[in-house]
């Protein structure tokens, strides 16, 4: 979000609306011009505005204490003092041993970084292949942590999006068919035909699928 603010605000200094709206601006008269670009600030005046009021970027965040594990910028081992502290691992991690891991890495690490092909989880799994997870475990600890933080709550809003599977007129559904349809929705990511072929040769499941258990009003 920090990135995305950023180009907000570039955009607004350089009075850049796009090169196609620059174009369309030039056929305008001057006091159209001048009206449709003040529209325009005000529109990322108002973005801004939002951003601001929704995310914190002060240096308190603890977001921004964990910035510096997206490898955006080259690392130091105060970058890393500074996360575990946030993370509260003072007591858990090793700091002597941290900081061997740490210049062990360094140079593995300022190599990875600069791999823009590559994302941040990828980047770090190259360091730990390339050096040994075993012989970085305390940076191992603390990387594997901050990853496993999500991003946004898209996620969790995909899987409430997903609830309608049971509403008044799917009401009779039990809670073990509800998760199974859950899992299957989120979990494969075959396509319907491939996704068919496959449970074609699997009897146990298409018994199953046939199979009156998962109606328990109907057993008496």
Sequence with gaps: MYRFKMKMLNRKEDCFFGFQAKQLMGKLLPEQKVKLKKDFITFYDSV??????????SSDNVMMKLKPIGLYEKLSFSDIENVTEALKMNETINMDQLYEEFCTSRDVIETSRKDIS?????????VFQKCGK??????FQIVSFVLSVPGSNAFVERIFLMGNKWSDEWNRCSVDLIKSELQICINFQLSC????????????????????????????
């Design 48 to 57: 801004l505005l939002y951003i601001d009021n929704w995310f914190d970027f």
């Design 118 to 126: 590559k994302s941040v989880s990828e980047k770090w799994m190259d």
């Design 134 to 139: 075993e012989n970085l475990k305390n940076l």
């Design 193 to 220: 035909k491939d996704f068919f072929i496959s449970i074609q040769q699997d009897q146990e499941l298409l018994s199953a699928a046939k199979s009156s258990k998962k109606y328990p009003w109907r057993i008496k």
